[in-house]
């Protein structure tokens, strides 16, 4: 499941999203003036005649206008892709608003052609409508979101071995620059409602998708912050080093840790890490780890943890 706005069909707009899922594309046609009327309505939006028969069409089209939103209009719609928002006419002459998909935005012209794709965006069959370049090959995707693959166990650029007692190199490591991203973890309602029952935190923010819904202040269920911290472990950061020559390696806690944003159910997580300090103790030597975890897309990050890393 997804925090991501999704429509909600009523008994007058209904045969267009049924439509969608049966792979057409249907206006509404005025059976008295011949006109087409777009969004869904009771009556004609030319001539108010209440008799209006649903058509099938092409969908096809030529883009009216268009923009790029470099920063999501919600955080939901963060992604690898950049968010790019258009107007569509339609060969009946009606305009829709969409997405457009398949395309660069330095390739895009606003009187280009275009044609629809059906993007199927949950697993109870719900499509929206998008478009893409009438040359582009492009008819059906799949926006349900989906767990990445997992790495492979050797996956990843080869690390200098710094031994324990070698403090300057240690030192060395400290650094403002995150390393690169690690691998990317699904966070959907399934896991969510797997740790409420773990946990024992079942309260409705997390677990009740049509309340959180109408009441929460999120659009939808959230992630606990403790679930996402939990699956840092999961995430394999590209390390550039690793310590050797220790006894015991002990994960001694969390000198700070912030939940700066919420992860929406659906959410795709990663996380990049700095060492932040190395220390020399009576007890070993101590390492500080800054890990940030994001969603997927978004600057700020879901989860800030400075891991204390006691090597003895």
């Not at 719609?77 to 305009?95: H, K, M, S, T, W």
Request: include cysteine.
């Amino acid at each position: 499941m997804s925090n991501k706005p999704m429509p909600l069909a009523t008994p007058i707009s209904a045969p267009f999203w049924n439509g969608l899922k049966e792979g057409r594309v249907q206006l509404q046609q005025c059976n008295s003036c011949q006109q087409w009327t777009f969004y869904p309505r009771r009556h004609c939006s030319h001539c108010l005649s209440h008799d209006l028969s649903w058509k099938e069409v092409s969908g096809a089209g030529t883009l009216y206008t268009f923009t790029v939103a470099r920063i999501p209009t919600l955080p939901e719609f963060a992604g690898a892709e950049p968010q790019i928002l258009a107007v569509v006419e339609l060969e009946q002459g009606v305009r829709m608003n969409t997405t457009l998909v398949g395309l660069a935005p330095d390739d895009i012209r606003v009187g280009m052609a275009v044609k629809p794709v059906r993007a199927r965006v949950s697993e109870d069959g719900t499509v929206l409508l998008r478009y893409t370049g009438a040359d582009v090959d492009l008819v059906e995707r799949d926006e349900v979101p989906k767990a990445p693959p997992a790495p492979a166990a050797d996956a990843g650029p080869a690390r200098t071995r710094i031994d324990v007692k070698d403090i300057d190199a240690l030192k060395a490591l400290v650094s403002d620059q995150f390393s690169d991203w690690s691998n990317q973890i699904l966070v959907d309602q399934a896991l969510i409602d797997d740790f409420a029952r773990l946990s024992g935190d079942d309260y409705w923010i997390h677990t009740d998708p049509e309340r959180a819904r109408k009441e929460g202040p999120f659009g939808g269920t959230i992630a606990h912050g403790a679930l996402v911290q939990v699956l840092m472990s999961r995430m394999q950061v590209p390390l550039s080093f690793e310590v050797t020559g220790f006894t015991n390696m002990v994960n001694y806690g969390s000198e700070r840790l912030r939940f700066p944003s919420p992860v929406p159910a659906g959410s795709l997580l990663h996380s990049r890490v700095r060492v932040k300090s190395v220390e020399v103790l009576p007890r070993g030597t101590q390492m500080i780890m800054e890990f940030n975890i994001h969603v997927v897309g978004q600057d700020r990050p879901a989860v800030i943890n400075d891991l204390v890393i006691l090597y003895m």
